[in-house]
């Protein structure tokens, strides 16, 4: 194992786990969000922590663009390979501070996407924070990690979820398990975090 994300990035849309962890994603946030219809192909999407962009590739025919970013350079040339017309590719690192000198492109989004991201964050309820200020007013942050023990280190728990997106001043909060995938033997619980920005918040 190695902690490089770039690593992995020449092999990810070869593993068969991935690309289900994705199109289960898409389909809870089809269930849960909506993402479909007229209304929603005005929309602009941020994907953090894109990856390859297998995500990314499910939203994007029913939105008007995708900002796919993630600090992986090597992930990030993947997905620019695949040339996908209303998907912008972006290495950037959001979190260090890009999005204040980038605030064209890096703000004002419907609905924030960041599947299997959070969970691998030295200080994930910081990054739901300076993310819920990249959404517009009513906007949607969705999060899908694995699900974690209380005494783990692994994952996230249903109550470390909640209290981020709380502690971020998101509005209309869900947490629940969506799916589940067996991987080594074992059946791994995936957790949804949802929440909107509250019309008030300045
Ligand atoms: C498990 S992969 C998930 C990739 C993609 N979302 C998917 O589902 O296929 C985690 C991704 O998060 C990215 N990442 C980690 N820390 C990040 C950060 N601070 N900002 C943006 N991306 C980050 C990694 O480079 C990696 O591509």
Redesign the pocket.
């Known amino acids: 194992m190695t902690d490089d994300?770039?690593d992995?990035?020449d092999g990810?849309d070869g593993n068969s786990d991935?690309?289900l962890?994705?199109a289960k994603?898409f389909s809870a946030l089809y269930s849960h969000a909506g993402v479909s219809g007229e209304a929603w192909q005005s929309k602009r999407v941020l994907?953090?922590?894109?990856?390859?962009?297998?995500?990314?590739e499910l939203i994007a025919p029913h939105v008007k663009e995708v900002i796919a970013?993630?600090?992986?350079d090597r992930?990030i040339a993947v997905l620019k390979d695949k040339n996908l017309p209303n998907v912008t590719p972006v290495h950037?690192?959001?979190?260090?501070g890009a999005a204040a000198g980038d605030k064209d492109r890096l703000s004002g989004f419907d609905l924030i996407?960041?599947?299997?991201?959070c969970g691998?964050?030295p200080d994930y309820a910081a990054?739901v924070k300076l993310l819920s200020g990249l959404l517009q007013r009513g906007g949607q942050f969705v999060q899908?990690d694995w699900q974690g023990q209380d005494s783990g280190e692994f994952g996230l728990t249903e109550q470390q979820m909640r209290a981020a997106l709380e502690a971020a001043g998101l509005g209309s909060i869900r947490v629940k398990q969506v799916f589940a995938l067996d991987t080594g033997g074992q059946s791994m619980p995936v957790l949804m975090g949802l929440g909107t920005r509250n019309a008030d918040r300045p």
Do not use: E, Q
């Open positions: 994300w770039n992995y990035a990810w991935v690309r962890f994705a994603a994907d953090f922590g894109c990856g390859t962009g297998l995500l990314t970013v993630d600090t992986s992930m950037a690192d959001i979190l260090g996407c960041a599947s299997s991201v691998f964050l990054a899908w």
